[in-house]
Structure formats: structure tokens, C-alpha cells
């Protein structure tokens, strides 16, 4: 498994491809149940989810973000989609990453580009497992 060096390098490499420079990003890992709280009280939604971004800055300012995960829908989708839970946690990041950087998933062909986005970006810089 990568470092935490290399897994920040790998995330700010992301920000600057994009055009965008970062001030913090905190990443915090939890369960099931605490994300679907913060689902409901800040976005009203009843569903569980694997990941909730929250940015903070100004267009122009460097990003400021909270981004909350939950490593039991990394477990769970992981499983599902027959990949390894590290794999899965990338994808993940990536996608948080990606959602700083102004990518949205709303709509059908967002998340199309979204994706393909995520997919590259874990092609180019994840480490495969063997």
C-alpha cells in the first residue's frame, strides 16, 4: 500500500492538472450510519452514500474541503464491483478530488465525463494490486 506522501502527492498532482491550488483538505474516514446523518441534516437526503464533499472556498481561492468517506460503502461497493477495497478508496478520492475541481454527476452525461475522469486518473497513478 502507498504511503500518505505518495497518496498526497498523487492528490495534489490531480489539483494542479486541473488548475486549481489547494489550501486543506481534510479527509475524514467513517461509517455508514455517521455519513447518512450528515446526508440528512445538510443535504436532506435519507440514502446512504460513500462519499460527501463539502468546499469551502471562493471561486477563485485555493480549495478548502472537508470530504467525508465511508469505508463501509468502500467495503460494500468494493465487493460489489469485484475490485479491491484499495482500488475502491482511490476511485473514491478521486472522485472527491474531481468534485473540487467543478465536475459534477447529476446529470447522465456529467457522470459519464466523470468516470471517464475517475478512471483515467486511477489508470495513471494507482498502483495496481497482484
Known sequence: MPSRTVLKKFILKIFK??????ERI?????SDSY???LNQ???AHNT???????????NSQPVLSDIFISIDRIRENARVYNVSFL?????V????????CDYD????EDSSVMRSMENEYLRRYVPREK
Open 17 to 22: 492538472e486541473q488548475g486549481f491550488r489547494v
Open 26 to 30: 481534510n479527509y475524514v474516514f467513517c
Open 35 to 37: 455519513l447518512l446523518t
Open 41 to 43: 441534516n445538510h443535504l
Open 48 to 58: 446512504y452514500t460513500d462519499i460527501l464533499t463539502f468546499h469551502y472556498s471562493e
Open 87 to 91: 482500488e475502491e478508496l482511490y476511485r
Open 93 to 100: 478520492i478521486i472522485h472527491g478530488a474531481l468534485h473540487l
Open 105 to 108: 454527476d447529476k446529470k447522465k
